[in-house]
């Protein structure tokens, strides 16, 4: 009797075997699904109000903005929106809501709607929600006429189109069920995907919503999967296998080997994405500018541009990357000249180095740890001691944040890239005085600076040439007082199937794919 | 026995709250801002203070700990930094892929191992004893993520027999969908009669289960055969002997029964370190299970999802432990009068 059961056992588990292993040859008839891999975590925040991390990707297919962006043509196209006016002031600024929109509850989308989305965001304060603060006053004009009161002439034209905190979305889903109803995993946007299912925090899948307002006439996708796979070469090899669509953040060795491969498509873009080095202006010798720009003399650009990012970067010009409107191409750029460095040292009262310093930057990034040990070596030719430290997030920004500028480290290496379409991003947030340490990690402190950032800031909703004059005077300063080191802007390389179709790269929002315009093609 | 049963109980309720002191504390005083993880990257000053206050993460760490037992004894397991989602939500969703692996992965383990240690040890030094022993010492000693990408290697990369890594195909479940009950993705397409979702997810779950096989198949074979050894010595497998039995029905009835002891401990307790451990694999095989989400946890420092995890697998241990001591006492009566 025993030794019968023992047999069923044995037999029913090799049947399975060969019956699973003829379950994966390929099958067919499979609706059109598109899939995403990524290597970070899907979803971190399910509320569009809070949204300020990677499902940004997936959200921009569930929800939509007034307005987007086309970096392009430097314009911007209408989307929830159908058209804007705006006062010769730049301080009101009126939207025409598109009519016959569905939101996947059922409702439909007013000017009420937009109002309500939009206070909301402001209200709960989190995430990105101060892209909203030269907002004063928001009116509802009529059903689908809706305007906005600024309390200075703020861009709000960029500000509507930001793929952070500007979605719109129902706001009688959530008072029917609750505040927390989005956290708990649920959606209510107009975009034409809605939410299918999800599996923690590293699968999404989004079916198409049959009352999309643009219609489903055209090819695209029915499904679209987002996944997190954090292994890169799991990601190549899925890119590869064709079962990935669209593969993020590889190694640059992996974008290399798959080059290659007939079945896979490397597209390059240029990024509003750079690498910085910020110095800390607050702690000697780092103090003096001299020695800061004799350190900026003493970086190796070709090579990292070269041999670490094998020409998927440019040496940056200053703070604001190449293709961000605001960008000042006549600035200077320091270039490696070891004779000028140890001049400017001599200058500074170090004839022969002879201090120490320390770099901080964010463990497990191999380019940044590879630039910090390029540079460690290139600042050694200067009797200049480089101590690099690879730090998780948090305990690296406590560090820049500890209460002595003397305890915080000397360079500060980062990634920046913009919250919307503006350079102020970069030249508020990395620079601006601080009355308490945020990413001010330069600690640079100048008036005048802050004076024509601001006064920028404040026209360029109603005069943007002007703007970008003012903008362009203080990365002036920025660049010659050498506040930090520029390494590069970026590019951002993706791996996509070569039957994926229809996928265009917009910087202004880093990472989305708007599946809706993409389908699948002949190879 | 069932005195027994219930100070055994007792006892693993306070290894519980030394644990959950233990690890709530290490978990704390590690270097890690819970309060700038919640908010993301990118956060202002005030969002961070306000998150601080709205995590309780203002209040002294005892304080902390205290109100984090409340919430559990309540059945709140409170909520992941990373996912913020509830912990027992977030495990709801990945031990389901979990087990299904371990169990999978156990069964291969005893079915193979069992036999192989018997076999062992009944033809001891000859040819197949020999072979069976450099093999379960192999298995033993491989590291297991080295074993899965040689896996990979061989079964995907060359010969395209399996799967390379996950559950089920994307394709296959967005064409399939399926109605969930357990969350296996193999048990419930078994019951719902869904075999293509089935056959795939078989396909998928073979590599990472042989993987997860090893170690424990090493283990198993090897304990078999040494009290295997020990009871084939015995007196009575001689008067056995005398009396005429075949050497199978000695072997398999009677010295099997007497020797199993050892090995249904080591099963026990393989399989409920394996509910941890299996994070080298699942990473390798990106395979969306327990340990996976406990892995992120611990380099987010994801405090109410470590302690999850671990108070899970805490239980898990406590109750495999105790599950043994019956089974022994069942399997043997001298235990039970002791």
Redesign the interface.
């Known amino acids: 009797m025993k030794r019968g059961v023992v047999r069923v ?2 037999a029913t ?1 090799i049947l ?2 060969v ?6 040859a390929e ?1 067919g ?3 059109p ?1 598109a ?1 995403y891999v990524s290597a970070n ?1 899907v ?4 509320d569009p109000s809070d949204s ?2 990677n499902e940004i990707i997936m959200m921009n297919n569930v929800y939509e903005t007034l307005l987007r962006y086309d970096p392009e043509a430097n314009k911007l196209t209408p989307v929830l929106a159908t058209g804007y006016k705006t006062s010769d002031d730049g301080l009101t600024w009126t939207f025409d809501i598109r009519k016959g929109v569905k939101f996947h509850t059922g409702n439909e989308l007013t000017a009420d709607a937009v109002k309500a989305s939009i206070e909301r965001t402001i209200k709960r ?4 929600s ?1 892209i909203w603060a030269p907002v004063k006053d928001i009116k509802v004009l009529d059903p689908y006429k809706i305007e906005f009161d600024l309390s200075y002439a703020a861009p709000l034209d960029l500000i509507v189109a930001s793929g952070y905190g500007a979605h719109i979305f129902d706001p009688k889903a959530v008072q029917q069920n609750g505040e927390d109803w989005f ?3 649920h959606e209510a946007g107009t975009g034409p995907y809605q939410l299918d299912s999800f ?5 999404v ?1 989004l079916k198409k919503f049959d009352q999309y307002w643009g219609g489903w006439k055209g090819k695209h996708f029915d ?1 679209v ?1 987002f ?1 997190e ?3 890169a070469a ?1 990601r190549a ?2 890119v590869q ?1 064709g ?1 990935a669509d669209f593969v993020d953040n590889l190694p640059i060795e992996q974008i290399e080997r798959l080059k290659s491969d007939p079945k896979v498509t490397i597209t390059q873009v240029p990024s509003y994405q750079n690498l910085l080095g910020l110095f800390n202006t607050k702690k000697p010798p780092l103090d003096n500018k001299l020695v800061r720009q004799a350190l900026s003399y003493a970086v190796p650009y070709d090579q990292i541009i070269q041999d670490i990012m094998k020409g998927y970067a440019t040496q940056a010009k200053g703070p604001v990357p190449k293709g961000l409107w605001g960008h000042d191409d006549s600035l200077p750029q320091y270039k490696l000249d070891l004779d000028k460095a140890k001049d400017l040292l001599k200058q500074a009262g170090y004839p022969n180095g002879g201090f120490k310093l320390l770099l901080t930057y964010a463990s497990g990034d191999e380019i940044e740890r590879q630039i910090a040990e390029l540079t460690k070596a290139s600042f050694a030719k200067l009797n200049v001691n480089l101590e690099i430290r690879g730090m ?4 690296q ?2 560090l820049g944040k500890a209460t002595k500028p003397k305890d915080r480290q000397d360079i500060f290496v980062m990634y920046w890239w913009p ?1 919307y379409t503006t350079p102020y991003s970069f030249l508020y947030n990395m620079f601006h005085s601080e009355d ?1 340490v ?1 990413f001010n990690l330069a600690y640079y402190n100048n008036a005048d600076y802050d004076k024509l950032i601001d006064d920028g800031q404040k026209i360029s909703g109603a005069n943007r040439q002007k703007a970008v004059d003012l903008f362009g005077q203080a990365q002036k300063m920025l660049v010659d007082d050498a506040a930090s080191l520029y390494f590069f802007d970026q590019m951002y390389v993706r791996a996509i199937r070569s039957d994926f179709q229809g996928y265009k790269d917009n910087p202004s929002y880093p990472h989305v794919v708007f599946f809706y315009d993409t389908h699948r093609g002949s190879k | 026995m069932r005195t027994y049963i219930i100070r055994r109980l007792l006892l693993g309720v306070l290894v519980l709250l030394g644990l959950t002191l233990l690890t709530f504390f290490i978990a704390r005083v590690v ?3 819970p309060a ?2 919640w ?9 961070i203070a ?1 998150a601080r206050v709205q995590l309780g993460l203002d209040k002294p760490i005892y304080v902390q700990y205290l109100r984090y037992m409340a919430d559990l004894v309540h059945g709140n397991w409170g909520t992941s930094i ?4 509830p912990v027992l939500r ?1 495990i709801k ?2 031990l389901p892929a979990s087990l299904e692996l371990i169990i999978s992965g156990m069964i291969l383990a005893v ?1 193979i191992g069992i036999p192989l240690g018997v076999v062992s040890a009944a033809h001891k030094d000859r040819a197949i004893d020999h072979l069976s022993r450099a093999f379960s010492i192999g298995a033993v000693s491989l590291p297991t993520f080295w074993v899965a990408m040689i896996l990979q290697l061989v079964f995907f990369g060359y010969l395209r ?5 996950g559950e089920l ?7 399939y969908p399926m109605h969930q009950i357990t969350g296996s993705y193999l048990f419930d397409s078994l019951i719902t009669g869904n075999w ?1 979702v ?3 997810a ?5 590599l990472p289960a042989v993987t997860l096989a090893a170690y424990p198949l090493g283990l198993i074979t090897r304990m078999t055969r040494s009290s295997m050894l020990e009871v084939l010595n015995e007196d009575y497998v001689r008067v056995a002997r005398a009396y005429g039995m075949t050497e199978r029905r000695i072997t398999y009835l009677y010295a099997l029964k007497n020797a199993i002891g050892p090995t249904v401990t080591v099963i026990a307790l393989t399989t409920a370190y394996s509910l941890a451990g299996t994070f080298l694999i699942e ?2 095989f ?1 395979w ?1 299970g327990l340990g996976h ?1 406990a892995a992120d946890a611990v380099l987010a ?1 994801d405090y109410p999802a470590i302690m999850g995890v671990t108070i899970l697998v805490a239980i898990f241990y406590i109750a495999m432990n105790l599950a043994v001591d019956i089974v022994q006492a069942i399997l043997d009566p001298r235990i039970k009068a002791a």
């Not at chain 1, 019956?19 to 994966?24: I, P, W």
């Not at chain 2, 027999?161 to 890594?165: D, G, K, Q, T, Y």
Request: net charge negative.
């Open positions: 056992v044995i588990l399975a075997l019956v699973g292993v003829t379950g994966c099958s008839n499979t609706p699904v899939v975590q979803v971190v925040f399910w300020f991390s304060g989190n995430g990105a101060f956290s708990q995993g599996k923690g925090k590293e699968e899948v499904k999967v996944q796979v954090s292994e799991t090899q899925m296998a079962q998780p997030w948090e305990p920004w406590d919250d308490k945020n | 270097p890690s801002d700038a993880r908010v993301g990257p990118r956060a202002t000053l005030d969002q306000r990373v996912t913020h989602q977030d969703i990945y079915v027999l399996f799967p390379l890594s195909d994307p394709a296959i479940k967005l064409a293509v089935f056959t795939n078989f396909s998928h779950l073979i990473a390798v990106n969306p989400y420092a």
